[in-house]
Structure formats: C-alpha cells, structure tokens
C-alpha cells in the first residue's frame, strides 16, 4: 500500500508540476499580449486627440486673423488638459516657431501660459519635423526623457511628443499643434496589467535599451554618458540574440522562462523620428514607422519553479506520511482485533474515500494558493495573495480581509487588503461588515455567514437592506478567522449587480483558505518573532565578540607588558651590578699606566747606570724578554681601557633601554632609544658566519625632542629590529652559499611636518604576503615555529603607537623583497 501510495503521488506530483509549469507559461504569453495591447491603445488615444485639437473652429478663426480668439483656445487647451490629465504640454505654434497657446500640467493641475512667456522653438528638431509633414500626418518623437536646460530633468520625466500640421481653409499651412505626452502614464499601464504574475516585466526600445525595467537603475541608459553600454543584450546576450531576431516567442534559460512579442504602435500616417538627446541639437532624421517598435520581455526566475516545486512535494509528503500511518494504524487494528476484522476494513474505506475527496478539494485550492502563501512568511504578502487568489478562483466582484478589533462592547473593523473588478473600486477602509452592526455581530458570535440574497434574506431589517442595496451588494459570505495570538480576523466574498446562490463547494472551499490562512498568520507572526529573537541574539554575539577580541588585546598588552617589565628589571639589575665594578677597574687603568711607566723608567736608570749586569740578572732578562714587555705592556694597558670603555657603553645602554626610572612621558632623543636598541642586538647583527652578518645603515635628521614613554618606545624598536633581523636570516639561509648578498636594515628618520617626525625601519628579508600582512597586528598571530614567536611583540608595538602616543603606524611589504615599517609620532602628546 506504501508502494502503491508513493507511486500514485509521485505521479500526481509530476503532473501538477507540468501543469503548472505550462500555466505559468500560457499566463506569461497572454500578459505580454495584455501588455501590447495596452501600449497600442494608449498610442491610440493621444492621437485621437491630437486630430480632435487640430480640426477645432478656434483654429479656423485664429489663422483668419481674429486673434482675440487666442484666449478662448487658451481655455479649450485648459479645459481639455484638466480632463485628461496625461500631457505634460499642449501647444499651438505658427510657421516661425513662435507659441501662440501653451497649456502647461505642473503639480497636478493645468497652467496657461502667459503671452509674455510664450517662447520661440524654432530651433526644436520636433518643430523642423512636424512642419514638414503634409495634412494628416503625425509626427511621432521617441519614448525618452525631457531635456532642460542641456540637461535632463531632474526628477526624471519620460516623454513622447506627437505633433501635427495645422491649415487654413484655403489648404495652406499655417502652424503646428504639439502634445507633450507624459510616458510615466504609459509605462505605469504597462505594469498595472503584469500586477499578481510571476514574471517581471521589461520594455525595451529597438535598441534594447530598459524603457522599464526590473530596477531603477537599469532604466535610459541611452540618455546617460556613464551607462551607454548597459543594455539588456549585455546583460543577457544569448537571450537578446534571439529576442531582437524573433517578433515574439518563449525561451527557458538557466536565468529562468524568458516571454517576449514585438509592438509596433504606429499607424499609417504616422512618421517616427529618431529624436535627439540634447535640447538644442537636430535629430538624426524620420525613420521607417516598422523600425519605430518595443520589445516586451518578461522573466520568470528559476527561483519561482523551485520553491513552487519543493512546496509541493513537501505537502505530498506530508500526505503520504499522513496515509501510510494511517494504513498503519488500521493494519495493527485489524491484527490486535480480527473479530472486527469486517467492520475495520469498512471504516478503512470510508476514511480513505474522505481522504481522497479532502485531497481533490485540497489540490484545487493548493494549486492556486498554497504554494504562494507557503512561499513567503511575510503577513502582508500573505493577506494579499490570499484575497487575490480568492477573488481570481471564485470569479467574484470583490474580496476583502479585515481586522476585527473588540474593545468593551463595541467592535471595530479596519480593511486591511481588498482584491476586485476594476469598475468595483472603493476606498481601502471601508466594508458593509462595520457599517452593518447584524453582519459584524453575526461574524463574531457564529462565525459565519452566508447571505445568498440579500434582499430576502430574514435576518435583515429593511434599513440594513437598503444600506447594502445602496452599495450595490447582493450577495456575501464572510467567515471569522482566530489565530493562536488571540486576533481575530475577517474573509469576506461579496457580489454585486447579480445574485449569487453560494455553493456547498464554494463555501467549504472559503472555510478551508481561512483555516490556511489562521495558520499562515500563526506562521509569519512566528517568524517575526524568531526574526526578533535572532536579532537579538545576533547583537548580543556581536557584543560578546567585541568583549573577547578586547580580553585578547588587555592579556596580549599584560603578557608582553609583565614580560618587558621584567626584562627591565633583570637588564637594570645586571646593569647596575656590573656598573660598580667596571667604575672600580676604569679608574684605577690610568693609576696602574703611571705606576708601570715610573717602574719602566727607573729600571731604564738602573741599565744606564749598571751597565753590566750581574749574572744571575741577565739570565732573568733574557728568560722573560724585557724590552717587549716595555713596548707590550703599554699597549695591554690601552687595550684593557678601551675594553672597560666598551663595557661602560653597553652598561648605559641596557639602563638606557630599561629606563624603570621613566614610566612617565618625558622629552627624549629618539636616536638615543634606536642606537641603545641596537647595540643590545650588535651579537645577532655580527654573526660568526660572514653569510649572516647584517649592514646597519642610518639616515638620522635633526630631530627634536620627543614626548614619549621612553621604555614602551624601545620595545616598539627592539620588536621591529628583532623581526627584520629574523625576516633576513630566514632569506639569507634559504639562499645558496655562493651567492653574494648581504643583509641591510636602513634606519631613516626626518621631520613629516611641522609637529610630527617619522621612523622609517626597512629591511631586505623575505617578505610578507598580503594575506598575512593583513594580519601582522593581531594578537597571537605569528609566522614564527613554535616557540620561537608569541604573537604579541607587533600587536603591543602598534597598540604602544596608537594608543599611548597617539601616532600611527604602517607596514609596506611585498614577498620576496623585504618590509618597511613606518612609524609617525607627535612631537609634543597633548594631554
């Protein structure tokens, strides 16, 4: 049975998705046809009333000479402007270009334009255009936008001018008559008709330029510099390939089900012009009324198919699920109770004979409706397309939804969507429903209603008949709609001019969109909430992230600090250790040089003196060669003193850089700090191995002193050295033995402007690439093995730049060709 059931909905499935495919198909044709048709009339209607403007008697006496007749065309055009509404310009100009009558519609309402302000447009190519015609011709503009002042006008304002001759009774020319057609009420036709279908709609000129399309931005691209190359061919090339070479058809792409036809919306008669994009510049000339054509283009995405697919064939899941539990179930009855074996199988029958019947009546709903409301989560989108699918499968005048508030005693009812005919229109806030207290009372205790005939329906009083027949109403059926959140609301089907007598099948079939509609309404009010939640939840993780990058930066910024905090205490203590005892040995160098020079001197007098020593004495001087102890000796003495001497420079050095003494900002010589830096790095920099061995070279300017926190400084130096030593030898070693290359670190420092100096630490190493460079100041990050680099030294580095003196930092690197840091700080921190 599950077999069977399976295969029997996986046909059913397969089926309603050909047919709706097809019905998405046919329905996309018959709306571009709509569409065209509606473009023709359109073109249609202006040029009936550019003939019925022409042949006016006004005209007649105006080019007799009787020119007090100007006003009373004045008030025609006027008159005739106010009704319709749909020209932005209606003007009457002799053969010289000069306006005789201009009825201006600005901000809704017709304006005549005064003698003084009338203009000469001889040098319009409209004009040009429409005075060479003969009698009965029209001349017809471009759909593009009007131009003022060498520019387009802003807002933008699409426009046609059809334009036409004007004689006299003798046959001879005499002036033109001009309407500025607005396209905007043209192009708003042409998406009125495509409103509740699937596909977007497109109108494209010949040269598939967007006249309308699916977003503002696509739109005249012709009349911009800057988009003269965003057309929908580029867009969609293989799909223009056969657009502009078919007059119409039906394409599917993997951009989705694309329907075109081509409108021509000239008559005879009619000559087209190629317009021009400037005010004051000549058109290109007429063109063939066949090459004056627009292409229609409507895109169904291949998103709609798949969601109206997976839609469905979760229901059918969820159907078959619900049958073969059932089918379960009856299977363990019959097996736990066979003495009701008979009566089981019975019941059985009928409940799937119920099951078939609710899913035929499901299917005929869920094929209009329940795969678009499925679809969207949004209440508003839900309403809508409920009541639009509604009034479309019943065929009824109108459909409305409203929400029933009850406050004390009295209700109160608010139109929230309304779908019907377009000679039925009312205003969105009005229903017979709150108008009528016996319709909202029944709604809310039975809720229910069906009213066949409103006129001999029993439960009506005579007022609340004649109410209803006033509003043309004849027949409703409203049904009451609560939703889990405690709101109420109301599906109200109503017919007018004809009495309808409502089905068993119409009215089970209102019930069962409203019970899909409670759960839709349950089911949006449900994802606002969620959507809420995840909001919430969505700062509060962005909050805890912000809280954690944050404690990574303090432990960095403590580890490192704890750690040069001790390294400082160790060099100080070391320095002050080895300070005494050097002191000790330099000064008494210079005592030990005098006394070994007298003892030298005299043993010189005692030569001069004896000169022939005695035996024992001479043996003596020759075992321990004293005449190169008098020239060594000396020498040894120079030796130690430079030594001590070298030893007292890196003693000052390491308090130098320590400096445990300035934790507060003080005035210092920035070279100072490098050189001190440097000179605790002199082992790394002068290897054993020539290979290794690193070139300092340094361009110090003469530089101020610096407000700065000296002991932070040297460690931002001895970070940076550090690294540009490590960054060498890793590119030194890589090479081969033979080659001769030699490490660098330029050190170059110089006043950036008046109040700030720059440090500029650049090396040959190997490099960084972009993605680790974006990384360098992260805390913990490292490109060094495991044990050798902690990740901190340029993350406190930077935050020592920024944040204690207000400077900047940056890091200049390409793999394979060194690094360069730059450093800017303030001469003088202000506060």
Not at 189 to 194: E, R, Y
Not at 309 to 337: D, F, M, Q, R
Not at 480 to 496: D, E, K, P, W
């Amino acid at each position: 049975m599950s077999v069977l059931l399976g295969a029997v909905l996986g046909g059913l499935y397969y089926g309603k998705i050909r047919a709706e495919r097809t019905a998405i198909k046919i329905s996309e044709i018959r709306k571009i046809k709509m569409q065209a048709r509606v473009i023709v009339g359109n073109f249609n209607l202006v040029l009936s009333d550019l003939m019925v403007l022409s042949e006016q008697i006004e005209f007649q006496e105006i080019l007799q000479g009787t020119n007090e007749q100007n006003s009373t065309l004045a008030e025609e055009f006027f008159s005739f402007s106010q009704h319709k509404k749909i020209y932005d310009k209606i003007r009457f100009l002799d053969t010289t270009g000069q306006e005789i009558v201009r009825v201006d519609f600005n901000s809704d309402r017709p304006n005549i334009i005064p003698q003084k302000q009338l203009q000469f447009q001889l040098k319009r190519y409209w004009f040009y255009e429409t005075l060479g015609l003969n009698k009965g011709e029209v001349f017809v503009s471009p759909l593009d936008l009007n131009i003022e002042g060498e520019k387009v006008e802003q807002p933008l304002k699409p426009i046609i001018r059809f334009g036409t001759p004007v004689f006299d009774e003798r046959g001879k020319k005499r002036g033109i008559i001009i309407l500025n057609y607005f396209g905007k009420k043209l192009l708003d036709s042409f998406v009125q008709v495509s409103y509740g279908t699937p596909g977007q709609s497109m109108l494209l000129n010949a040269d598939g330029y967007w006249l309308k399309g699916a977003t503002k931005s696509d739109e005249w691209g012709f009349m911009f510099l800057d988009r003269q190359n965003h057309t929908f061919g580029k867009v969609f090339p293989e799909v223009w390939k056969q657009v502009s070479q078919r007059e119409s058809g039906q394409l599917q792409t993997s951009e989705g089900l694309f329907t075109y036809t081509t409108v021509y919306p000239l008559l005879e008669g009619q000559i087209p012009n190629t317009g021009s994009r400037q005010a004051l510049t000549s058109a290109k000339g007429q063109i063939n009324p066949r090459s004056y054509y627009w292409k229609i283009v409507s895109q169904v995405p291949i998103e709609a198919f798949d969601l109206r697919s997976n839609g469905l064939l979760l229901e059918l899941l969820y159907l078959y699920i619900g049958l073969v539990g059932a089918t379960g179930i009856g299977s363990w009855i019959l097996a736990k109770a066979s003495v009701h074996r008979q009566m089981t199988e019975i019941e059985l029958t009928k409940s799937q004979a119920r099951l078939l019947e609710l899913a035929e009546r499901e299917n005929l709903l869920k094929r209009c409706l329940s795969s678009q409301i499925r679809n969207s989560l949004e209440l508003d989108k839900i309403l809508s397309t409920a009541v639009a699918e509604v009034h479309k499968l019943l065929q009824i005048e109108r459909c409305q939804f409203l929400w029933c508030y009850i406050e004390d005693k009295s209700s109160r009812f608010e139109l929230s969507h309304e779908a019907c005919r377009g000679d039925s229109l009312t205003p969105l806030g009005s229903s017979p429903i709150e108008k009528v207290e016996m319709l909202s009372q029944a709604i809310i205790q039975e809720k229910f209603l069906q009213l066949d005939n409103v006129l001999t329906d029993a439960r009506l009083d005579s007022a609340s008949k004649d109410f209803l027949q006033s509003l043309g109403l004849t027949s409703l059926v409203a049904v009451a709609i609560y939703t889990h959140s405690n709101r109420l609301g109301v599906l109200v089907c109503q017919q007018t001019k004809d009495v309808r007598i409502w089905s068993n099948n119409e009215v089970e079939l209102i019930l069962g969109v409203a019970d899909q509609l409670a759960i839709a309404i349950d089911q949006a009010e449900l994802y606002n909430q969620s959507r809420a939640a995840t909001e919430a939840a969505t700062i509060q993780a962005e909050k805890l992230t912000k809280a954690l990058l944050q404690l990574q930066q303090t432990q960095a910024q403590l580890i490192q600090t704890e750690k040069m905090s001790s390294l400082g205490q160790v060099v100080a203590g070391i320095a002050h250790e080895i300070n005494n005892p050097v002191n000790f040995i330099y000064g008494n160098l210079n005592h030990i040089k005098q006394d070994i020079q007298h003892l030298l001197e005299l043993i010189k007098l005692y030569q001069n003196s004896y000169i022939i020593p005695t035996p024992e004495i001479q043996a003596y001087l020759e075992s321990i060669d004293l005449d190169f102890i008098a020239e060594d000796l000396p020498k040894m003495i120079t030796s130690m003193k430079m030594g001590s001497d070298r030893i007292r420079q890196i003693v000052m050095s390491l308090r130098n850089f320590a400096r445990l003494e300035e934790a507060e900002i003080k005035s210092v010589n920035i070279h100072e700090g490098i050189d001190s830096s440097l000179l605790i790095l002199q082992h790394r920099l002068q290897e054993k191995s020539p290979k290794l061995q690193i070139e300092i070279i340094k361009y110090y300017s003469n530089l101020p002193k610096v407000e700065c926190y000296p002991g932070q400084l040297n460690q931002v130096f001895m970070n940076l050295l550090n690294n540009a030593i490590d960054a060498i030898e890793a590119l030194l070693l890589m090479l081969p033995l033979s080659t001769n290359k030699q490490g660098q670190i330029v050190i170059c420092t110089e006043m950036s402007d008046s109040k700030n100096i720059s440090v500029k630490i650049k090396d040959n190493g190997v490099g960084m690439n972009e993605e680790v460079k974006k990384r360098i100041f992260d805390p913990f990050f490292t490109t060094k093995p495991i044990g050798k680099g902690t990740g901190l030294g340029l993350s406190i580095s930077y935050q020592i730049i920024t944040e204690k003196h207000h400077g900047t930092i940056e890091c200049l690197s390409e793999q394979g060709k060194g690094t360069e840091f730059w450093i800017k700080l303030p001469v003088q921190q202000n506060g």
